[in-house]
T-cell receptor
Framework: GAVVSQHPSWVICKSGTSVKIECRSLDFQATTMFWYRQFPKQSLMLMATSNEGSKATYEQGVEKDKFLINHASLTLSTLTVTSAHPEDSSFYICSATSGRAPEQYFGPGTRLTVT | EDKVVQSPLSLVVHEGDTVTLNCSYE??????LLWYKQEKKAPTFLFML????IEKKSGRLSSILDKKELFSILNITATQTGDSAIYLC?????????????FGKGTLLTVNP
């Protein structure tokens, strides 16, 4: 139980284009979803927290106009990297919590490479 | 600002050794402390600790929390090469629905045969 999927698992895009990453909770309703970014061999950096039906809360230093987050339903959140640049290349991970238990269930991550 | 500090940052041992990983924290409105193991992709959950002094055990791994001294340790006995990974400590804090996990930088464990 408590499976979170992400799609795509990896994507390569050209500089200046936008990329959308989906995060789905497959067998539970996710009241809150978190988006993280990870650099090689470093801890996860929380980018934003999204609650279903409301605007995402972004962490300090994260550009909300660049990283658009939509949490339209209890099972789906999307992260759109707009006008991607090579420095946006990273591993993006989402996690979800049902609200009944504090554990966060992580998705498998999406590797983004911007050329 | 919530802080989670792990030590050591990296550790190299031989198979069969026992290791202890440390995690200390300073947070407001502590809820729980979690340990994760991260290999190639997203971290996988190991333990969640909420009460002081109660050891959690899973096979060769065990962990305990000290809420007075604000730290936790993760022990791995009889290490194997498959234990090589980054071990992340995270603390959940905050009130109501506005909580989040603050991660430490992780401990990179390398177990050599």
């Amino acid at each position: 139980g408590a499976v979170v999927s992400q799609h795509p698992s990896w994507v390569i895009c050209k500089s200046g284009t936008s990329v959308k990453i989906e995060c789905r909770s497959l067998d539970f309703q996710a009241t809150t979803m978190f988006w993280y970014r990870q650099f090689p061999k470093q801890s996860l950096m929380l980018m934003a927290t999204s609650n279903e039906g409301s605007k995402a809360t972004y962490e300090q230093g994260v550009e909300k106009d660049k990283f658009l987050i939509n949490h339209a339903s209890l099972t789906l959140s999307t992260l759109t990297v707009t006008s991607a640049h090579p420095e946006d290349s990273s591993f993006y991970i989402c996690s979800a919590t049902s609200g009944r238990a504090p554990e966060q269930y992580f998705g498998p991550g999406t590797r983004l490479t911007v050329t | 600002e919530d802080k989670v500090v792990q030590s050591p940052l990296s550790l190299v041992v031989h198979e069969g050794d026992t290791v202890t990983l440390n995690c200390s924290y300073e947070v407001t409105n502590f809820r729980s402390l979690l340990w994760y193991k991260q290999e190639k992709k997203a971290p996988t959950f190991l333990f969640m600790l909420t009460s002081s002094g109660i050891e959690k055990k899973s096979g060769r791994l065990s962990s305990i929390l000290d809420k007075k001294e604000l730290f936790s340790i993760l022990n791995i006995t009889a290490t194997q090469t498959g234990d090589s990974a980054i071990y992340l400590c995270a603390v959940e804090a905050g009130g109501g629905s506005n909580y989040k996990l603050t991660f430490g930088k992780g401990t990179l464990l390398t177990v050599n045969p």
